[in-house]
């Protein structure tokens, strides 16, 4: 065992400056992720117990998000992307702050703090998602993510249950100070990864036009990917706190429920990402979206404390495994996209996250409809089993997606193997001239 986790260790070490650099980042950050994609959804639920209200927060979080990369392409001209990387760690602690700081909760302060938590999403994940792709390679992306996924979910362990049961061991008149404390310790903890990522001998992208209308119909392709992707998100990050607040009422609850089977989640994901090739990558896909469809249709077939469990438990294992395979996907069809169309890959990640925006767009109006119009139960109990069953049709894209890079590539091949072939001949020809 203790061999097993040396050649681990030392398959890590092997990897480049910048890689490393960029999961220790990562990875630190990955300490405040459980508490503001949970807990800020748990505190509007504790302080307004309107499901809605935790929707338009996630619903303006989603909308700063697209805003944030649409300008960050314009400040990575003059600022350095570490910078810019760091500012949104350290906006999404700003964030938190000023969201605790409400006495009530208004939907102008819930949509105030949800935008600046958007803008801080957002400079963070365009600068993620850049980097990421520019320090990894098709060959070594599932291990990327399956290392990143290892980590995030043994945080998902530690973080929920400690600050869930710190919640509850409070008196209620504290409770709301707790809050506020927490806050406090997100911002030191981005603080901690800002300065690592300093370490980092991170490149801007070059100084390339970014925006454009119209693109390559494979990247057409994986807009629809992203807009199906997009449907769950929402849900993804909230429903488990709106769940169990509405039907357990405790932090400390909501903490457990998060934390239990995480471990073994963890470790079959980074199993996953280290051992598996870019042609396992639609079986993974399959498997995330199948377990996520699962989890819904027994949360709304029960709809008890039971059914909220087996939704989490499968959701923890479902979530990873989709982004997995997800975030390889989309790369290698930058690859792919970019050097067809001879353009700046930040290109494609500001444009996919527009179709990100628009799923994200859908899903929350499902929700808001149902909840407005009939009731917060209906919504919580149907919205996330419609918005699963039609992210089932992922599978079909995405198989045609892969289908589809694999033949450009193999094209490609081929053409530089018959452009090697016509090289070698007039070689040929002109020495017997």
């Given at each position: 065992m203790?061999?097993?986790?040396?050649?681990?260790?030392?398959?890590?070490k092997?990897?480049?400056?910048?890689?490393?650099?960029?999961?220790?980042?990562?990875?630190?950050?990955?300490?405040?992720?459980?508490?503001i994609?949970?807990?800020?959804?748990?505190?509007?639920?504790?302080?307004?117990?309107?499901?809605?209200?935790?929707?338009?927060?996630?619903?303006?979080?989603?909308?700063?998000?697209?805003?944030?990369?649409?300008?960050?392409?314009?400040?990575?001209?003059?600022?350095?992307?570490?910078?810019?990387?760091?500012?949104?760690?350290?906006?999404s602690?700003?964030?938190?702050?000023?969201?605790?700081s409400?006495?009530?909760?208004?939907?102008?302060?819930?949509?105030?703090?949800?935008?600046?938590?958007g803008?801080?999403?957002?400079?963070?994940?365009?600068?993620?998602d850049?980097?990421a792709?520019?320090?990894?390679?098709?060959?070594?992306?599932?291990?990327?993510?399956?290392?990143?996924?290892?980590?995030?979910?043994?945080?998902?362990?530690i973080?929920?249950?400690?600050?869930?049961?710190?919640?509850?061991?409070?008196?209620?008149?504290?409770?709301?100070?707790?809050?506020?404390?927490?806050?406090f310790?997100?911002i030191?903890?981005?603080?901690?990864?800002?300065?690592?990522?300093?370490?980092?001998?991170?490149?801007?992208?070059?100084?390339?036009?970014?925006?454009?209308?119209k693109?390559?119909?494979?990247?057409?392709?994986?807009l629809?990917?992203?807009?199906?992707?997009?449907?769950?998100?929402?849900?993804?990050v909230?429903?488990?706190?709106?769940?169990?607040?509405?039907?357990?009422g405790?932090?400390?609850?909501?903490?457990?429920?998060?934390?239990?089977?995480?471990?073994?989640?963890?470790?079959?994901?980074?199993?996953?990402?280290?051992?598996?090739?870019?042609?396992?990558?639609?079986?993974?896909?399959?498997?995330?979206?199948?377990?996520?469809?699962?989890?819904?249709?027994?949360?709304c077939?029960?709809?008890?404390?039971?059914?909220?469990?087996?939704?989490?438990?499968?959701?923890?294992?479902?979530?990873?495994?989709?982004?997995?395979?997800?975030?390889p996907?989309?790369?290698?069809?930058?690859?792919?996209?970019?050097?067809?169309?001879?353009?700046?890959?930040?290109?494609?990640?500001?444009?996919?996250?527009?179709?990100?925006?628009?799923?994200?767009?859908?899903?929350?109006?499902?929700?808001l409809?149902?909840?407005?119009?009939?009731?917060?139960?209906?919504?919580?109990?149907?919205?996330?089993?419609?918005?699963?069953?039609?992210?089932?049709?992922?599978?079909?894209?995405?198989?045609?997606?892969?289908?589809?890079?694999?033949?450009?590539?193999?094209?490609?091949?081929?053409?530089?193997?018959?452009?090697?072939e016509?090289?070698?001949a007039?070689?040929?020809?002109?020495?017997?001239?």
């Amino acid at each position: 065992m203790l061999t097993k986790l040396m050649n681990e260790i030392n398959h890590f070490k092997k990897q480049t400056h910048d890689f490393k650099t960029l999961v220790i980042t990562n990875l630190v950050f990955a300490f405040t992720l459980p508490v503001i994609e949970i807990f800020i959804a748990a505190f509007v639920m504790r302080q307004s117990n309107d499901p809605a209200k935790v929707i338009l927060y996630q619903f303006t979080v989603y909308t700063g998000i697209p805003i944030a990369f649409f300008f960050n392409g314009f400040l990575l001209r003059v600022f350095n992307i570490r910078g810019l990387f760091s500012a949104g760690m350290l906006l999404s602690g700003v964030s938190m702050v000023i969201m605790m700081s409400l006495h009530e909760l208004t939907n102008t302060g819930i949509g105030t703090a949800g935008i600046i938590m958007g803008f801080a999403f957002g400079f963070y994940w365009a600068n993620r998602d850049y980097l990421a792709l520019a320090i990894t390679n098709d060959d070594n992306r599932n291990y990327y993510y399956g290392l990143e996924t290892f980590f995030y979910t043994i945080i998902a362990v530690i973080v929920p249950i400690s600050i869930g049961w710190i919640i509850e061991s409070n008196a209620e008149i504290d409770k709301h100070g707790a809050y506020r404390t927490i806050s406090f310790a997100v911002i030191a903890v981005t603080i901690i990864a800002s300065i690592i990522c300093f370490t980092g001998r991170f490149a801007n992208p070059p100084k390339e036009k970014f925006i454009y209308r119209k693109f390559n119909p494979l990247w057409y392709k994986l807009l629809i990917l992203a807009l199906l992707k997009g449907l769950s998100q929402g849900f993804i990050v909230t429903a488990p706190a709106m769940l169990i607040m509405k039907l357990l009422g405790k932090e400390g609850a909501l903490g457990t429920a998060q934390s239990v089977g995480a471990i073994i989640a963890a470790f079959m994901i980074y199993l996953v990402g280290r051992l598996s090739a870019p042609k396992h990558r639609i079986k993974i896909f399959t498997l995330g979206l199948v377990l996520f469809a699962a989890g819904a249709f027994f949360n709304c077939i029960m709809f008890d404390k039971t059914g909220v469990v087996i939704f989490v438990l499968l959701l923890l294992v479902a979530r990873p495994l989709m982004d997995v395979a997800y975030f390889p996907i989309q790369f290698r069809v930058i690859d792919v996209v970019s050097k067809i169309e001879n353009r700046t890959e930040f290109a494609y990640i500001l444009n996919h996250e527009f179709g990100l925006y628009a799923g994200r767009f859908l899903g929350a109006t499902t929700f808001l409809l149902l909840a407005y119009n009939i009731s917060d139960n209906i919504a919580l109990r149907y919205a996330i089993l419609i918005i699963a069953v039609i992210q089932l049709l992922s599978i079909v894209v995405g198989k045609n997606i892969i289908a589809a890079c694999n033949k450009i590539s193999s094209t490609s091949e081929i053409t530089k193997e018959e452009n090697k072939e016509a090289e070698v001949a007039l070689t040929v020809v002109e020495e017997k001239q």
